[in-house]
């Protein structure tokens, strides 16, 4: 059980006054890895869900194609796909839209600019049961300018990238959690060599190892929560201001919401599981050297 006041001047060992400032910092490593993990994972579910199931037919234009036959071509695209097996919608896309995907490189006025946009038509498909290799072969086979684009190559390229970069932060946050473990023997250990004569006198008065090990993992669990509440909070206001920042960016490779709720409780733990490492760290460190002096 931890001592319920502390009979050793521990406050005064200087490993052990540095010891909240370290845990803070790995705390606040801990929070912006965690949160760049949980980021990268829901990135990866919204892409490869958004991306699932669809393939894109685009219908390339040139100068001496006219808007008449342009039209004929995409009537001919839909009609030909959904003649195909496990094809379970057609959708040619609105020529405003194309425009707004080519606006970042052309400038908002590339629907009235004189310039000959590609068609393209939005396929949703049943994956298991469509033949996407017979399907563009016949577009482009039987439509000039036709090709089709399977965007699962691409998906799996994709999520095989984040998912290794979820694997890094998976590797970061044992490195964190190793380096906090290590920290904390090491200023357990300062402590004991420091107190080393009071710790006698305590056994010889009569006091057990749990009694010692109780001092120290009080002042480790006190040091840690503070420590980790100052981290906790340094990382919490970063991951606001980054999703704040966000929020400004027009573009549809984020989700809407940066982080989800879900998110926030998992990451306000991390100054709780920091403390708890920290103080049993420092009992078992205490216990095990006390076993060694007996």
Known sequence: ??????????SNDPAVRILPWIVGLMVYLATMTLAGGLLVAALAANWSAGLTGTVTIHIVATEDTSAETLDEQ???AVRLALKTPGVIS??????????????????????????PLPRIIDVRIDEDDTDVAALKSRLE??????????????????VTFLRVMELIAIVMMALIGITTVSVVVFATRSG??????????????GAYDEYIAGQFQSQALTLGLKGGAAGSV???VSLLALALAASNLDTGLLPLTLFQTWHWPILISLPFAAAFIVRQTAKHTVLRALGRML
Do not use: K
Not at 90 to 115: F, I, K, Q, S, Y
């Open 192 to 205: 004991l060599a420091v107190h080393n004569d009071a710790i006698e006198i305590l056994h010889l008065i």
């Open 74 to 76: 995409v009537d001919q």
């Open 141 to 158: 086979a039987e439509i000039p300018g036709a090709g089709l684009d399977d965007h699962q190559l691409w998906r799996d390229r994709l």
């Open 90 to 115: 057609v959708e040619p896309m609105p020529m405003e839209n194309v425009a707004g995907l080519l606006a970042p490189w052309l400038g908002d006025t590339a629907g009235t600019m004189d310039l």
């Open 1 to 10: 059980m931890p001592a319920s006041h502390i009979d050793l001047p521990l």
């Open 234 to 236: 340094a990382g919490i």
